[in-house]
């Protein structure tokens, strides 16, 4: 009896995972799909779309609400590389009846276009507010602008969801390029990119493949709403798209951080792309609880248009959610690995943002994915070739030649090298040097931590280069770990700086892929 492991294909894993929540009554229907690198791998809906029993699929077209906001902030930036705006521009300079109060530092430097794109501009969250006025047109919106708005902070100074401050970011856009923001996205980032079937919904075609949005009313029964036709506030949640076209957005967005291709489509530049995916803003940090009961620190904040979560095993997600009456949408990925995933439903019960994460959590997992890819320095190579042999057989003149000013001054070499010398006599003879290094781990190009086998434990070493040419090494660790007393099998980090200073501590390193040029 063969004893192979066999897997599910992760589809079907997740096709099994998602079909559970239409069959609970969580959404009248469900689209999602798998993202990689490439674009989308594999998609499955569940449930119906409308009244005529349409199974929804990738190319079924779903408002998608606040996920909206990436588009019009790409198309900001795009705006800017072409030299007609600047994130810098307050808001003011585009409509000078701009006027806010409510912070003790009254009166205060009105937001600038990046902060209100980052949702820091300091007005209050309007989430409960907004959902009604989403047809506003441009004079109602603005004519409430001029009467005046509530500051809950002082503009740049902490994270809060603004969906009126996107807006009129987004209006300030359209004045800037002379056209509207719809027509700017349209022409300049969706048609450019092959977003086929993505749409502002004051524009969308007719006879389309559309999802009816649903609530469950006292007796269980699904309620369509009418489709929302957004004025004003299109730029915070007027686009409608697929999951064929949203995993091709993503796709595109997370290339900026990869080796990038011949054929990959221009657009937008890859440093405006990662400019939106790094946070601007920090959110407060919390803790959430997993399915098996741990415990998740929630570490992030806001980009541009974008979410941004910092977790050490899964490194930079990205994501963003929507919602509108009816509509409960969300997708995420993780830009180092091309992974993400996209979830669309029809129905504003249940979780899709908590399904989405969990869904891609399976798929890094799965994958063995790390939380981000290191590239060692060719000097981080060769120096840590050089500090084995130093380590092996102290030389002055290779220390001198390798080790800068500085670790001299910290701890003479002569205290030094008895203090290696004492780690080896402890963990015995050490073995013959290996034809590849055992590296353990590394947290920048310019550091790597690596291990020296013994008769009786191992040697962890540690270098970190300077930061000037000609590279030398700046900080030099080493520790013996007895057989007896070995370390957790887990990449750990030395640094005395990176562990605050507590020497002789070993600390868990990022789940992090070392790789050699």
């Known amino acids: 009896?063969?004893?192979?492991?066999?897997?599910?294909?992760?589809?079907?894993?997740?096709?099994?995972?998602?079909?559970?929540?239409?069959?609970?009554?969580?959404?009248?229907?469900?689209?999602?799909?798998?993202?990689?690198?490439?674009?989308?791998?594999?998609?499955?809906?569940?449930?119906?779309?409308?009244?005529?029993?349409?199974?929804?699929?990738?190319?079924?077209?779903?408002?998608?609400?606040?996920?909206?906001?990436?588009?019009?902030?790409?198309?900001?930036?795009?705006?800017?590389?072409?030299?007609?705006?600047?994130?810098?521009?307050?808001?003011?300079?585009?409509?000078?009846?701009?006027?806010?109060?409510?912070?003790?530092?009254?009166?205060?430097?009105?937001?600038?276009?990046?902060?209100?794109?980052?949702m820091s501009g300091g007005l209050t969250e309007d989430n409960s507010w907004v959902d009604p006025f989403i047809d506003a047109t441009v004079d109602v919106v603005l004519d409430q602008?001029?009467?005046?708005?509530?500051?809950?902070?002082?503009?740049?100074?902490?994270?809060?969801?603004?969906?009126?401050?996107?807006?009129?970011?987004?209006?300030?856009?359209?004045?800037?390029?002379?056209?509207?923001?719809?027509?700017?996205?349209?022409?300049?980032?969706?048609?450019?990119?092959?977003?086929?079937?993505?749409?502002?919904?004051?524009?969308?075609?007719?006879?389309?493949?559309?999802?009816?949005?649903?609530?469950?009313d006292q007796q269980a029964n699904w309620v369509p709403y009418a489709p929302n036709v957004s004025a004003a506030f299109a730029a915070a949640g007027g686009i409608m798209s697929t999951v064929r076209d949203l995993a091709r957005w993503i796709a595109w967005l997370g290339s900026a951080f990869r080796a990038p291709h011949a054929d990959d489509v221009a657009v937008l530049s890859r440093a405006a792309r990662r400019e939106m995916q790094r946070v601007r803003i920090v959110d407060t940090p919390s803790l959430s609880v997993q399915p098996d009961g741990s415990l998740q620190p929630q570490v992030g904040g806001y980009g541009l248009g974008l979410r941004i979560s910092l977790d050490a095993q899964r490194g930079t997600l990205v994501s963003h959610g929507g919602g509108l009456p009816g509509f409960s949408l969300f997708m995420c990925w993780h830009p180092d690995s091309g992974n993400g995933v996209v979830v669309l439903t029809n129905s504003h019960r249940g979780n899709p943002s908590e399904l989405c994460q969990q869904a891609l959590g399976r798929i890094l997992a799965r994958d063995r994915v790390p939380a981000q890819t290191i590239r060692l320095w060719p000097e981080?190579?060769?120096?840590?070739?050089?500090?084995?042999?130093?380590?092996?057989?102290?030389?002055?003149?290779?220390?001198?030649?390798?080790?800068?000013?500085?670790?001299?001054?910290?701890?003479?070499?002569?205290?030094?090298?008895?203090?290696?010398?004492?780690?080896?006599?402890?963990?015995?003879?050490?073995?013959?040097?290996?034809?590849?290094?055992?590296?353990?781990?590394?947290?920048?190009?310019?550091?790597?931590?690596?291990?020296?086998?013994?008769?009786?434990?191992?040697?962890?070493?540690?270098?970190?280069?300077?930061?000037?040419?000609?590279?030398?090494?700046?900080?030099?660790?080493?520790?013996?770990?007895?057989?007896?007393?070995?370390r957790s099998a887990a990449p750990v980090d030395i640094s005395p700086r990176r562990a605050y200073l507590r020497e002789n501590s070993l600390t868990p390193a990022t789940n992090t892929r070392v790789v050699l040029p």
């Open 1 to 118: 009896m063969s004893n192979e492991l066999i897997r599910t294909p992760i589809a079907t894993e997740l096709d099994a995972f998602f079909g559970q929540y239409t069959a609970a009554d969580q959404s009248r229907g469900l689209a999602y799909g798998i993202v990689t690198a490439d674009g989308l791998s594999h998609a499955a809906g569940f449930g119906t779309a409308n009244d005529d029993g349409l199974v929804p699929d990738a190319d079924t077209v779903f408002p998608i609400a606040s996920m909206s906001k990436s588009f019009v902030a790409a198309a900001a930036l795009l705006a800017q590389e072409r030299g007609l705006l600047s994130l810098d521009d307050p808001i003011t300079a585009y409509f000078p009846q701009f006027s806010a109060s409510g912070t003790p530092e009254d009166p205060c430097p009105p937001p600038t276009l990046g902060m209100l794109f980052s």
């Open 380 to 486: 981080t190579v060769r120096l840590r070739d050089d500090a084995e042999r130093l380590i092996r057989s102290w030389d002055d003149e290779l220390a001198g030649r390798i080790l800068a000013d500085n670790v001299d001054f910290d701890r003479s070499l002569a205290e030094r090298r008895a203090g290696i010398e004492a780690l080896i006599e402890q963990i015995g003879p050490l073995a013959a040097p290996r034809p590849a290094p055992q590296i353990v781990s590394a947290a920048t190009p310019a550091d790597v931590t690596w291990s020296i086998p013994g008769a009786g434990g191992e040697l962890l070493c540690m270098i970190h280069l300077t930061p000037v040419e000609p590279a030398q090494i700046q900080e030099l660790v080493v520790q013996a770990v007895p057989a007896d007393r070995p």
């Open 145 to 216: 602008v001029g009467k005046g708005l509530r500051y809950s902070h002082v503009p740049g100074a902490e994270y809060e969801y603004s969906n009126l401050g996107f807006t009129l970011a987004g209006l300030a856009v359209g004045r800037a390029v002379g056209r509207p923001i719809e027509d700017f996205v349209r022409d300049e980032l969706l048609i450019p990119l092959g977003l086929t079937s993505t749409w502002f919904d004051n524009a969308a075609p007719a006879g389309i493949q559309r999802a009816t949005g649903y609530s469950l």
